[in-house]
């Protein structure tokens, strides 16, 4: 299986499939609670069948190219995943995300894979623009945002109702100059 490292601590990206359904359920079981707090995808892998069904659904969008799904392994256990929730060549404009077990926050396994993707997408697949919607709630989320270098562009006012209740969702985005920019200055500063 090809695999990306993040670093020197055991952690690979790796695409993620169908095939994962089961250990995609128990990472999902193991972060039910902190994964669904502000994003759906808890609710839509309830079980096997809906891990399989929305592994089909970006299964679908890749063939489409229309998006795409990372997995995150730590130490050979799958801890959560980086998406391409839109994808839309012509226009150049993609949106993506990402969720962790709590148990693998705080080590910045997301902002280290982002980075290799956003590489990816703006170098080798010309994307002009990379979103992050996001709820105005969802601290943790909004600093990977910053992080990236995104800018926060505007709020979607009670947009996203969410286990009953209407949250408003924050639009950040980072364009193709701006990233390159931004890397060509963390390589000055390396050297
Ligand atoms: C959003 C979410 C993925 C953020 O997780 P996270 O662990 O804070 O993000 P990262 O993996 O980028 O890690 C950053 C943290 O690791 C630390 N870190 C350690 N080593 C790091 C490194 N090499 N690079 C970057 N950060 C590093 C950072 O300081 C930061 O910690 P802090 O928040 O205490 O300052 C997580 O909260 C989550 O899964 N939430 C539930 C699902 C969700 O809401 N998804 C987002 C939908 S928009």
């Not at 996203?160 to 990233?179: C, F, K, M």
Request: charged share 30%.
């Amino acid at each position: 299986m090809y695999a990306t490292s993040l670093g020197d601590d055991g952690a690979e990206l790796r695409p993620l499939e169908v095939w994962h359904a089961g250990e995609l359920l128990e990472n999902i079981d193991r972060g039910r609670e902190f994964i669904g707090r502000h994003i759906g995808l808890a609710d839509a892998v309830s079980d096997l069948d809906g891990a399989r069904a929305w592994l089909k659904s970006y299964a679908d969008k890749r063939a489409a190219d229309a998006g795409g799904l990372h997995g995150i392994w730590l130490d050979g256990k799958l801890v959560g995943g980086l998406l391409f929730r839109v994808w839309d060549t012509p226009s150049g404009v993609c949106e993506a995300g990402c969720w962790l077990e709590p148990g693998a926050a705080g080590r910045g396994l997301v902002t280290r894979g982002m980075r290799i993707l956003l590489d990816w997408a703006f170098e080798e697949r010309g994307m002009h623009r990379v979103e992050w919607q996001v709820s105005s709630a969802n601290e943790p989320s909004i600093n990977v945002a910053r992080r990236l270098g995104m800018t926060r562009e505007g709020v979607l006012r009670e947009n996203y109702p969410h286990r009953g209740v209407r949250t408003s969702t924050e639009i950040w985005a980072v364009l193709a100059p701006e990233w390159r920019a931004a890397r060509a200055r963390t390589e000055r500063n390396d050297h």
